[in-house]
């Protein structure tokens, strides 16, 4: 029977078998003790190769990237008598070959890959009780390499070959045998049992589970229940938070509280991490309906509801001094948990189903991208301890489903370019307008649904990976769905940045170059082409099945032409449009009152995301957002200053003295406001407006500065803003100028991540007091107005008890004052 609820889901799901019988290790070269000796960095700790320590962060992606370009030319042997084909790869069994009558290369069938019957249910077996399988023993290309290396270091006199290369090097060939033994789909191979599961009803019950296109601007039911659930778990923790009996609390004035993590790679992820454990610690997180990430701030509540993370911040920290001191893209690390049970067949799973299950998807540098991030964040100390209840964003339901814990948002864009709809005969002006018209439609996960505003329309988040036609899913012919998009695969999308645009490459390193001979001309010259690179994205983003295929007629007309006939959605990392997740936080029907950022973006005052959000509150009607918040401009700055300080002229001793003291405590933290030298400080609060006005532009939002302006009637949303900037009380860190807090860093040392929850902590204790002040004056206004509701409903009902007497002609000719 199809159809079921999220707890039915989740109770009847068993754990499928990760320990596969053993596959004998195929090693072609080189000692098991070969990589003993290597430091934690994944480096040889000789002398004579300490000069490659710095270039490891580069090295190690391309040194990957060749392994999967050098792998794709090997041959693969696929079942006994079938051609060998040079042309797919590592991953050539994934892709249907004209060479072999358009077959199936997995098991010979003659239906489309993503309407087949799922592979035989049995293994042959030898009779010595091996289980058959066809792996290539030829050394290939990697054979030959490891031989050019040896007779280069026959021929040159005197060389040493190994203080070139690391000796790992040596073990790449018996790497990538065992792995394209395992995904050759032969009986007995991973890639076998892993299609066989996502066939089995028992492992992924959600392949028989139907799922239709939901078109509507509302909340889906699932989160609707979620809210009242979570209100009863906010009250008691409100109560503690801001200091109020219990009983003081309605659940009508409990405000929404959504708190949010910018975009940033591993230094969001570290620094979101330690914020969101500062806000536990002091109730504020226990306070929250809901979280929303972008980027490695998606991967921080990825790791937070599974079985690694267990709801405990502090436990993620220490999870992650273990694990981030290798590149994700160090070959001996990634390939071994690749290869090797039970992380092989955990990690692999999304891959296979996938591209098995889609024969027109794509693979590419996001889906390795993302294999890679699993395989160093999602692999626990003990990789025995692997949970397949981590591999879907579905199955975090066990968590949320009674309220205990917030509702997770992840975000993904897609960039819509219509040039590409305008026809070649139209005009030079026509095609100028559509460039300039390129946007960027934002999708959201939820354990509940993915879905997009833009598009009004969602699918349940267990249908994500399968096709859809008219808003209905495609079956394939055994019946049965594909299971849901695996995490690995998510990790990928959500922090693909180097999917960005040139122009946003650009943007990257402009402040790098910009001290360079010529450096004017070169930038005026780019700054002319912006509006072309923008359109350029030099790698391609991950594709998903496009749920709104063919939905031309069921969809809002805004909607562009190329989303109705594209077969699959490219999305890419939400922070190509803004770095912190701010828009899903204002759909309607969320209500949020109070948003908490922490924003640990690589440049916070220029990149300024707090601001762009005024264009998409503009575009979309909303009312109650602060309008002009975030970073000042540099000019209005000193200025700003100059100002301030004729203001605070005193006219007397007893005033100066009274000023000085009001400054202190600011600077202490515990005042209203921790203004800094550049305009904001390790906290600012804005509060926005509901008040109808008649000019077409509501007038600038300032700071906060009493809590009297949180209370005012037609109050808005209250926004919290804590960047990651230098703190006094964390020294020695500087997201400026530390080199290991650049974005594309992939490799912090237990003592960085230390300094990194040190600097987040220390900008969130600076704002704590203004932070409880915050919500506790949103707690009151909405008390007040709640009190004002009920006062006013009660002198309504008296005015109509009173006219229906009168009607009756009782009153005063019946009964006393007390009638």
């Not at 489309?112 to 290309?141: C, F, I, W, Y």
């Not at 949020?592 to 440049?603: C, E, G, K, L, R």
Request: charged residues 25%; aromatic residues 8%; glycine residues 8%.
């Amino acid at each position: 029977m199809r159809g079921a609820n999220s707890l039915n889901r989740i109770s009847r799901r068993p754990r499928p078998t990760l320990c596969r019988s053993p596959i004998p290790r195929c090693w072609s070269s080189g000692p098991k003790s070969n990589t003993d000796h290597l430091d934690e960095s994944g480096i040889s700790s000789r002398s004579q190769l300490s000069w490659l320590r710095w270039s490891l962060g580069i090295a190690s992606p391309v040194a990957l990237t060749g392994l999967v370009y050098t792998a794709n030319s090997q041959p693969i042997l696929l079942d006994e008598g079938s051609p060998a084909d040079n042309s797919g790869g590592l991953f050539s069994f994934f892709k249907a070959n004209d060479a072999v009558d358009k077959q199936d290369i997995f098991n010979n069938s003659t239906s489309q890959a993503r309407t087949q019957a799922p592979p035989s249910q049995t293994r042959v077996q030898e009779s010595d009780g091996t289980v058959t399988g066809s792996a290539d023993e030829s050394g290939g290309k990697e054979a030959e390499a490891v031989d050019f290396l040896t007779i280069l270091k026959k021929t040159v006199t005197g060389f040493d070959v190994s203080f070139i290369l690391p000796d790992w090097f040596k073990l790449l060939p018996g790497f990538i045998r065992k792995l394209q033994s395992e995904l050759s789909m032969s009986p007995g191979s991973l890639a076998e049992e892993i299609w066989r599961e996502a066939n089995d009803v028992e492992t992924n019950p959600e392949i028989m589970w139907d799922a239709t296109v939901r078109v509507s601007r509302e909340l889906c039911r699932d989160e609707q229940v979620f809210l009242g659930k979570r209100k009863r778990h906010i009250r008691q923790a409100l109560s503690e938070y801001i200091g109020v009996p219990i009983e003081d609390i309605h659940p009508d004035d409990i405000p929404t509280i959504a708190i949010c993590g910018s975009g940033g790679g591993l230094r969001a992820m570290v620094a979101g991490t330690s914020s969101m454990l500062s806000a536990g610690e002091a109730g504020l997180f226990d306070c929250a309906t809901y979280t929303a990430g972008v980027s490695g701030s998606c991967w921080l509540q990825t790791m937070f509801y599974s079985s690694i993370g267990k709801r405990d911040h502090a436990r993620m920290i220490e999870h992650l001094k273990h694990r981030l001191g290798v590149h994700i893209a160090f070959p001996p690390a990634a390939l071994s948990l690749i290869s090797q049970a039970p992380t092989n067949k955990y990690l692999l799973s999304g891959i296979v189903e996938k591209l098995k299950g889609l024969p027109n998807a794509d693979f590419g540098l996001v889906d390795i991208y993302g294999l890679l991030l699993a395989a160093r964040l999602m692999i626990p100390k003990g990789e025995l301890a692997v949970d397949y209840y981590d591999l879907k964003v579905s199955d975090q339901c066990r968590f949320i489903d009674k309220g205990a814990f917030p509702l997770p948002i992840y975000t993904a864009v897609r960039h819509e370019i219509p040039d590409d709809a305008v026809p070649a005969v139209s005009t030079e002006a026509l095609k100028e307008q559509a460039r300039k018209e390129a946007w960027f439609q934002w999708f959201e996960w939820t354990p509940y649904e993915f879905f997009c505003e833009e598009l009004e329309a969602g699918i349940p988040t267990y249908a994500v990976g399968r096709s859809f036609d008219r808003g209905r899913t495609v079956w394939r012919d055994n019946g049965l769905a594909l299971p849901e998009l695996r995490i690995p695969v998510l990790m990928g999308i959500w922090g693909s940045a180097f999917c960005a645009t040139l122009s946003h490459y650009y943007k990257e390193i402009r402040p790098i170059v910009k001290g360079l001979a010529g450096f004017g001309g070169i930038d005026e010259l780019i700054a002319e082409k912006d509006e072309d690179l923008v359109k350029l994205h030099p790698i391609d983003p991950a594709t998903i099945p496009n749920f709104a295929m063919n939905m031309k007629d069921l969809l809002p007309t805004t909607c562009p032409e190329s989303i109705h006939k594209a077969e699959h959605l490219q999305l890419m990392d939400a922070g190509m449009s803004n770095n912190l997740p701010i828009y899903p936080l204002l759909r309607p029907g969320r209500e949020v009152d109070i948003i908490v950022a922490f924003d640990a973006s690589a440049d916070v005052r220029k990149d300024n995301w707090i601001k762009v959000t005024d264009g998409y509150v503009r575009q979309r009607g909303i009312r109650g957002w602060p309008m002009g918040s975030g970073w000042p401009p540099e000019d209005e700055t000193s200025s700003q200053a100059a100002e301030e300080l004729e203001q605070a002229s005193a006219h007397s001793a007893e005033e100066a003295e009274a000023k000085v003291e009001r400054a202190q405590v600011q600077d202490e933290g515990t005042g209203p406001s921790t203004k800094s030298k550049s305009g904001l400080g390790y906290c600012t609060v804005w509060i926005g407006s509901k008040e109808e006005r008649q000019e077409s532009e509501p007038p600038p939002s300032k700071q906060v500065e009493e809590d009297w302006q949180l209370m005012e009637p037609n109050a808005g949303v209250a926004v919290v803003y804590f960047p990651l900037i230098p703190n006094d009380k964390a020294p020695g860190v500087d997201p400026q100028k530390s080199d290991f807090l650049s974005t594309w860093n992939f490799v912090y040392s237990s003592e960085e991540v230390d300094k990194v929850v040190d600097l987040a902590r220390a900008n969130f204790e600076a704002g704590k007091e203004q932070t409880r002040r915050t919500v506790k004056a949103v707690w009151e206004r909405k008390r007040k107005q709640r009190l004002e509701r009920e006062r006013q409903d009660r002198d309504s009902r008296w005015a109509l008890n009173l006219a229906k007497q009168r009607n009756k002609g009782r009153y005063g000719d019946q009964g006393d004052h007390f009638s």
